[in-house]
């Protein structure tokens, strides 16, 4: 065990790098390069000290091991950074929320209802297309992830109702996406109706946020 600390530890901190300055909020933050790289080490040092025999040999493996599996957790880390950044940039003064997980590297981009559908209905609003075709864009460049749109609802009407709307929104993003050259295999839609809120039902406000479109970026297995 003390081997595989040993070796996550040297590993993580040389593949890494170190915090920076996130641009929007002035604080500092971890990158997604550097929790690629630690739990990829880890996960190989695990897995080295394994297969050693004796304490010496383990040792050694579980170095390897960290090294090899954290260069492949850097480079997923990375490529999440970048796609994420990109995303920012494409995003921005939008209406889009723009998320990221620090310490899993996935991506949501938040869409609310208000401008991304007509109301009550689940065709995609015309004055959104550019909104998506900037998503497509960016999604096409980083064709490694999978993505999950996922439709909600606030509680006004029936529960069935909901949840049927939430997926025929959550279909139509998938399939806009889809139609603007993202691989078909890499989208999956699912409708939530009124599970989940983010905010009170009890206010118009509260309903508005409710009402939302979430896409998913999940990070590849390996850049």
């Not at 025929?168 to 806009?176: D, F, P, T």
Request: some cysteine; hydrophobic content about 40%; glycine content about 12%.
């Amino acid at each position: 065990m003390r081997a595989v600390v040993i070796a996550t530890v040297v590993v993580a901190l040389g593949l890494g790098g170190c915090q920076s300055v996130n641009p929007y909020t002035g604080q500092k933050q971890t990158s997604d390069t550097t929790w690629g790289a630690t739990a990829g080490a880890l996960a190989g040092a695990v897995l080295g000290a394994a297969t050693g025999n004796s304490g010496h040999d383990r040792a050694k493996r579980a170095l390897i091991g960290a090294a090899a599996f954290g260069a492949a957790g850097a480079g997923v880390g990375a490529y999440m950074d970048a796609q994420h950044a990109k995303l920012r940039q494409q995003l921005t003064g939008v209406g889009v929320q723009v998320q990221k997980d620090p310490q899993t590297g996935i991506i949501t981009l938040v869409m609310p209802g208000n401008i991304s559908f007509p109301s009550g209905q689940s065709a995609v609003a015309a004055s959104f297309y550019p909104v998506l075709d900037a998503v497509a864009q960016v999604l096409r460049e980083y064709d490694k992830t999978q993505i999950t749109v996922a439709g909600y609802t606030d509680n006004v009407g029936r529960p069935e109702s909901n949840m049927a709307l939430s997926q025929q929104r959550a279909s139509s993003v998938a399939s806009y996406l889809v139609g603007r050259g993202v691989a078909p295999g890499r989208v999956s839609a699912v409708g939530y109706g009124e599970a989940s809120p983010i905010a009170s039902n009890a206010t118009a406000e509260g309903r508005a946020q409710n009402r939302r479109v979430v896409i998913t970026i999940n990070p590849p297995a390996q850049a």
